[in-house]
């Protein structure tokens, strides 16, 4: 005869268990943070003082001397960046909120697996074409990484539903943000398409006298990345907040901050003679839908936790 030995699962086993697995979440989420948190604000701030030595050689670790020329010479792609980099500050701090706090929060989590590989793939094609260094790979390797550990996260997180939340606002968000992200996104990294078109939609943001500067690889594949790549996880992250509005309040931080940060800049981009009236329309609806978001955040009961037990 073969005996059989069971282990029985008690309640106080599975609340260890649920403990021991929130650290690690905790931990996951305080890294991934402060890893975006880290390189895009000390790269925006720094891309504040182009002139510096300090800024010449912080950007030299990544980028190559003929990145380092096009970016420096070029005030859209310069102006570009830094737009690009608060809006990562703006989701870093969306993330800081998972590791903070106990909330079901998928919009940012597949928002941000989705929006890390891409980052993963740019680098990659920049790397290709000699404009980025091994560090610079490097870094988006690091994304990659993370986004495989988000992927698990995920897997490991149900919501709970939790009644509250404005869908139709996030609706209406997903689809300002998509409007702008997926044609930018495509007329930038396939002009041939359609040439005519992506002049048109450059001057249409930078206006005419400036085309001269978005013509390059280089150039393109900076504003793939401010257009495309980052908008287009804004709009996949207020799509999923509007199929559970009470239960993502980590990806309506990152929203609040970033659509200020996005008004804040348009003002000295148009000062500068960088974008249009046009973008700055755009920035002022940015701040409008901002103030909603925090009304709704504010307003949205917190969720209890959503992490696996059994």
């Known amino acids: 005869n073969t005996e059989t030995e069971t282990t029985t699962t008690t309640p106080s086993t599975r609340r260890t268990q649920s403990a021991v697995l929130w650290k690690r979440i905790m931990m996951l989420w305080t890294i991934t943070g402060v890893h975006a948190l880290a390189l895009s604000a000390s790269t925006g701030l720094s891309l504040m003082f182009p002139e510096s030595p300090l800024t010449q050689q912080m950007v030299s670790q990544f980028y190559t001397s003929e990145a380092m020329s096009l970016l420096f010479g070029n005030p859209i792609a310069l102006w570009m960046m830094r737009f690009t980099m608060a809006l990562i500050v703006a989701a870093s701090i969306g993330y800081l909120t998972v590791a903070s706090s106990s909330h079901n929060n998928l919009a940012i989590k597949i928002a941000a697996a989705v929006g890390k590989t891409l980052v993963f793939v740019q680098m990659l094609q920049m790397y290709m074409e000699g404009y980025v260094k091994p560090a610079g790979l490097a870094v988006g ?19 709970v539903n939790t009644e509250g939340g404005n869908a139709t606002l996030y609706k209406v968000a997903a689809t300002h943000a998509a409007l702008i992200g997926v044609p930018s996104l495509v007329i930038t990294v396939v002009p041939s398409l359609s040439p005519q078109l992506y002049d048109m939609a450059m001057t249409m943001f930078f206006g005419a006298d400036n085309l001269r500067y978005v013509h390059g690889s280089f150039d393109r594949a900076v504003l ?4 495309g790549m980052v908008v287009f996880f804004y709009t996949l992250g207020y799509y999923l907040i509007s199929l559970r509005p009470a239960n993502n309040n980590a990806m309506k931080v990152a929203g609040v901050v970033g659509k200020t940060f996005a008004f804040a800049l348009a003002i000295p981009m148009y000062l500068n003679g960088i974008v ?10 940015d701040i409008i839908l901002g103030v ?9 009961p917190i ?3 959503s992490i696996k037990t059994q």
């Open 276 to 285: 249009t009236v046009i973008a700055v329309a755009i920035g002022v609806s």
């Open 141 to 159: 390797t690091s994304d990659l990484v993370l986004a495989l550990a988000i992927i698990v996260d995920i897997k490991n997180t149900r919501h």
């Open 303 to 305: 969720p209890n936790k």
């Open 224 to 227: 793939s990345g401010a257009f």
């Open 292 to 300: 909603f978001y925090f009304l709704d955040w504010s307003a949205t």
